[in-house]
């Protein structure tokens, strides 16, 4: 069963306007929740991630907000560009190992 | 410092066979997770390897086996192939600490025909 259900399934955005993905988590158990960016032909790669003793966390032009109660989670990317143009993939776990469940995707295209 | 490899980049094999893919951590790193890729599943985690010992593992048929050798390369091995296991099989490297970061490889597409 999917137990990260992350939304939308794609996403276009004007050039220096904001993208948001949002995603959902079941188990409560899951203390870490990590973004990846995957380009074409390659592996995903990690944007940033956060625990859940915090509410929001940012990294340039990345902010992801944490909702603890709602067990919902979004990353913000500010002032998008074409070169943000990927499939992003939010993630949980727990325990600290690396069995990840990944969310399905949000493709998004920067309009130029 | 090289980034994680995966070789081959591409394998075409037919039904009933079996595979065999590698991957070359990033040196230092102690721990080589292996995911697979589809269009219709998403990513989902196959097992975890740490210092030669399968430390996670996934919901997948034991079809699909990995090991780990003393230099931290690690291979995955699927049996009888089947259709369905046509994806992007990927690697990722960590130093194995907890919530360390995933480097992950570019994959190997495999092709089941």
């Known amino acids: 069963q999917q137990q990260v259900k992350q939304s939308p399934q794609s996403l276009i955005v004007q050039k220096g306007g904001i993208s948001i993905i949002n995603c959902a988590y079941e188990?409560?158990?899951?203390?870490?929740f990590p973004w990846y960016q995957q380009f074409p032909g390659k592996g995903p790669a990690l944007l940033i991630a956060?625990?859940?003793?915090?509410s929001e966390k940012k990294e340039g032009r990345f902010t992801i907000s944490f909702n603890k109660s709602a067990k919902q989670f979004s990353l913000h990317i500010m002032d998008s560009q074409p070169g943000d143009s990927a499939t992003y993939f939010c993630?949980?776990?727990?325990?600290?190992?690396?069995?990840?469940?990944f969310g399905a995707g949000t493709r998004l295209t920067v309009k130029p | 410092k090289a980034g994680v490899t995966q070789t081959p980049r591409y394998l075409i094999k037919t039904r009933g066979q079996q595979v065999t893919l590698s991957c070359s951590p990033i040196?230092?790193?102690?721990?080589v997770s292996w995911y697979q890729q589809t269009p219709g599943q998403g990513l989902q985690f196959l097992f975890e390897?740490?210092?030669?010992?399968?430390?996670n593992k996934g919901n997948f048929p034991g079809r699909f086996s990995g090991r780990q050798f003393s230099n931290s390369r690690s291979e995955m091995n699927v049996s009888t192939l089947e259709l369905g296991d046509s994806a992007l099989y990927l690697c990722?490297?960590?130093?194995?600490?907890?919530?360390?970061?995933?480097?992950f490889g570019s994959g190997t597409q495999l092709s089941v025909l």
């Open positions: 993630a949980a776990s727990k325990g600290g190992n690396n069995d990840m469940r």
């Open positions: 956060i625990r859940p003793d915090v």
């Open positions: 390897y740490f210092s030669e010992t399968q430390r």
């Open positions: 040196s230092g790193h102690r721990s």
């Open positions: 990722a490297s960590s130093s194995g600490q907890p919530n360390e970061k995933l480097f």
């Open positions: 188990n409560t158990a899951f203390d870490y």
